[in-house]
């Protein structure tokens, strides 16, 4: 299933708290559950994610992420899994986006600071 959380907009900062634009429609209820997401960054959107997949009482809930930001981390929120940690970086391609361009890359990479708004 998926679920769709959105706070970036077209920037490379939050613009608002995470809000949850895209519900699951599995029955979670006694399951066990792996919430998988591409990057942890300021830990408020797991935060956000885990509080709502916890209200449908799944049996277990474990966390991974392809990349963790601790430096960014503003709620001390810990992956059970991370495959990777990057310094306080934007990045993008390789399925990372900034506003809805350079998801395609196949690779990953940093987006210059003189393309930042």
């Known amino acids: 299933d998926c679920l769709r959380i959105s706070s970036y907009a077209n920037s490379t ?14 029955d979670l209820t006694g399951r066990h559950v792996l919430l998988v997401d591409d990057i942890l960054d300021t830990g408020k959107t797991m935060h956000a994610a885990c509080e709502e997949i916890r209200s449908l009482h799944p049996r277990s809930l474990r966390t991974c992420v392809f990349l963790d930001k601790p430096e960014r981390r503003k709620n001390g929120f810990l992956a059970d899994w991370a495959g990777f940690t990057i310094p306080n970086q934007f990045v993008i391609g390789y399925g990372l986006d900034y506003a809805g361009r ?7 990479g940093t987006l210059p600071e003189s393309a930042h708004p």
């Open 13 to 26: 900062t939050a613009q608002s708290d995470p809000r949850i634009t895209g519900s699951l429609k599995s």
């Open 102 to 108: 350079y998801r395609e890359l196949p690779y990953l």
